[in-house]
């Protein structure tokens, strides 16, 4: 904080006595409101009778009154097409933004919420962001500057008086940003400006731990990618921490609350690569209102779907597949090999079961010279040591379990091993009769060839989103696309330099596979999370495989703070300390320990097993609360933390190959603040730019 209340300006005093009482004032009319409503909620604001009188006021009106009246008009209609009882907005948290627009002389007052109130005696406007037209003019206009929109029935035309943000948590405002205001409600009561040089804690941090609202936030070119139309397939595409996520949620929220007959919640889909991002993706709705919409990572996505094709009795899978034979089954370099191999004795045949499809992709899987050839066609992107290790790995699975060979033996105590566990735990035969996840989207597809473009039985998808696109398989997205309903109604989200996978055969082709070849494409220019010196070294990090233009980052930041050992020991030992001291002075601060793999994040782990607030996170089970998340780069990609910490920031872990460096960049944009590069016995990166003297 930099000041308190008694030395604020006159605007700034004036600008929260205006806030608070608008607040006041909303409050009260919510109060009214709930006590005049019947136990249903059919009150006056849903109810036909009170579109009529409107519609009748708006008839009698004259010239200056009758805008206001239309878009009141046009926000109830909307209002009453919706499904269901929609409630009253919470008085604790009303609404997140007021806009103060001055159209002919006639000033009016919108407050941006989750669902709309009017109690226009008052002044009270409540606008669902989703579905109000006067929405538009916040997002795309900031204070002082004219506006012309069309609304339902007329052309609005004015200026934009005042455009603020207002957090709201347990019926008390809390913070104002503005165009030039940064203000803070303290604990004690007290307003003050915020402090710039401040971690960068989400400005719409909630204090009762609720997940953070952003909508209020959304930018013009933001807004612009979320209001395309639902029937228009949209790929977003962007930097770290340009809001690609956000985007695509917020874009599914409003097509649900625009057209929910179309569109019906339960039958929207978000699917995301990697646990800890499905996590966030819920936190992020929660606040939008869709809690219904199913969030998967690819894996249970397409476990359900497997068993919705070929029945619940499915093989046990196999959690641990070996990285290389992961990276083959899903590259573009086989699935190019399976259309042809498959698709001329496929077409036209009757579906096979599941073992029979199996068996074929066995087939497949120990033929060497076929294996040599999707190397071959990969051009560098797979090694040639997967042929013997998809071999090997494949051989094992089509084995007969161990189970099945002792069943001669009824004596059970003789398949227990000396330790007590079942005698094949723990061995090669663990693997026999298992499919990989990896297999689960390459047997749907192959029934999928089989099919003609018949549809497999699964569940129809009215909206698709698809985060971390550029790590979702030519097969799986070939899958997701046969689920989709008549509109193809897609969002699709990603980042060429944030790739970690084998799976990306670029945008083109991904949205052909998933059968919206014509989706408009949305590129987001700005990086709202990183400060200024981390996109700098982000860009650096990438060299030849920086984009052309750089990203754009609105805000500096702290340095970028690089630390070199002798020993790894020495490392640990500095890592360890650092941490205790910045936890115990900024105890609310997210921290993310990002290793190369897990078996470093276990290691590192060890450093801090004495903290509570030092977690272990192995598969994506975040908690997003304050503390250290020790993990591996691979879970935390989509994510985000206040500080980052790259413990190994070593050539042996970042070589300069393509993969170290976009490894390495999606480490170091998952900061939002600061940023610590640590390198211990043993050369650092040179994916790193030298140290200025």
């Not at 091993?417 to 009769?433: N, R, Y």
């Amino acid at each position: 904080m930099e000041t308190l209340e008694s030395a604020l300006s006159v605007l700034e005093l004036s600008i929260i006595a205006e806030e608070e009482a608008l607040l006041r004032r909303a409050q009260a009319a919510l109060t009214r409101a709930a006590a005049n409503a019947p136990p249903t909620r059919s009150r006056d604001l849903l109810s036909i009778d009170a579109l009529r009188a409107l519609r009748d006021d708006a008839k009698a009106a004259s010239a200056d009154d009758l805008p206001p009246l239309l878009l009141e008009l046009s926000i109830r209609q909307s209002l009453l097409a919706r499904a269901g009882d929609a409630p009253l907005p919470d008085a604790r948290a009303p609404y997140m933004a007021h806009l103060r627009v001055d159209e002919g002389g006639a000033t009016k007052d919108y407050l941006l919420g989750k669902c709309s109130f009017l109690e226009t005696g008052a002044g009270v406007r409540i606008v669902d962001w989703r579905v109000a037209p006067i929405a538009q003019v916040f997002y795309r206009y900031r204070e002082g500057d004219d506006y012309e929109e069309a609304f339902p029935g007329r052309t609005a035309e004015g200026s934009v008086v005042a455009r603020r943000i207002t957090v709201i948590a347990g019926g008390e405002l809390q913070k104002i940003l503005g165009d030039g205001v940064a203000l803070t409600r303290s604990a004690a009561g007290t307003w003050a400006r915020e402090a710039h040089g401040a971690p960068a804690f989400t400005p719409l941090e909630a204090s009762d731990g609720a997940p953070p609202d952003v909508t209020a936030l959304l930018d013009a070119e933001q807004f612009a990618a979320i209001s395309a139309p639902a029937e228009q397939p949209l790929v977003v595409l962007g930097s770290a921490g340009s809001g690609k996520t956000t985007v695509a949620l917020h874009r599914l929220a409003r097509i649900a609350a625009s057209e929910p007959g179309r569109f019906p919640l339960a039958s929207m889909a978000v699917v995301v690569p990697e646990e800890g991002l499905a996590r966030l993706s819920r936190r992020l709705l929660m606040p939008l209102g869709v809690g219904e919409t199913q969030v998967r990572t690819l894996d249970t996505w397409f476990h359900a779907a497997a068993r919705c094709a070929f029945g619940k009795a499915l093989p046990p899978m196999f959690g641990d597949t070996p990285p290389l034979v992961a990276s083959l089954k899903r590259s573009p370099a086989l699935f190019d090999g399976l259309c042809e191999r498959l698709g001329a004795h496929a077409r036209g045949r009757p579906r096979q079961t599941l073992m029979r499809l199996r068996a074929q992709l066995a087939d497949a899987f120990t033929d060497r010279a076929f294996l040599a050839s999707v190397v071959a066609r990969s051009s560098g992107a797979l090694s040639a040591s997967a042929i013997e290790e998809t071999v090997r790995h494949t051989m094992m699975q089509v084995s007969a379990p161990l189970a099945k060979e002792l069943r001669a033996i009824t004596d059970d105590a003789r398949k227990v091993a000396i330790d007590g566990l079942p005698i094949g735990q723990g061995t090669p035969g663990d693997v026999a009769g298992t499919l990989d996840f990896e297999e689960l989207p390459i047997l749907l597809f192959s029934q999928q060839l089989r099919s003609q473009g018949a549809p497999l039985g699964l569940p129809t998808i009215s909206h698709l989103v698809v985060d971390e696109a550029e790590d979702v398989s030519l097969f799986e997205l070939a899958v997701l696309g046969s689920a989709l309903g008549e509109g193809r109604s897609v969002t699709l989200a990603g980042d060429e330099a944030q790739q970690t996978t084998s799976s990306f055969a670029g945008f083109a082709r991904s949205l052909h596979a998933l059968g919206v070849a014509n989706a408009t494409q949305c590129r987001l220019e700005v990086s709202y999370r990183c400060p200024a010196p981390v996109t700098e070294l982000a860009r650096a990090i990438l060299g030849p495989l920086a984009p052309e233009a750089p990203a754009r980052a609105p805000r500096n930041g702290p340095p970028v703070q690089r630390f070199a050992f002798p020993t790894e020991q020495q490392s640990q030992i500095f890592l360890s300390g650092a941490l205790r001291s910045l936890l115990d002075r900024e105890p609310r601060a997210s921290v993310g320990v990002l290793a190369r793999d897990l078996a470093a994040a276990r290691r590192i782990h060890e450093l801090l097993r004495d903290r509570s607030d030092a977690r272990l996170v192995l598969h994506g089970d975040f908690t997003f609360a304050p503390g250290v998340d020790v993990t591996d780069v691979e879970s935390a990609k989509g994510l985000e933390f206040d500080y980052v910490v790259v413990p190994d920031a070593t050539a042996e872990a970042y070589p300069v190959t393509h993969d170290a460096r976009r490894r390495l960049h999606v480490a170091v944009t998952r900061t939002s603040h600061a940023l610590w590069l640590i390198a211990g016995g043993a050369a650092t990166s040179a994916l790193l730019p030298p140290l200025e003297c």
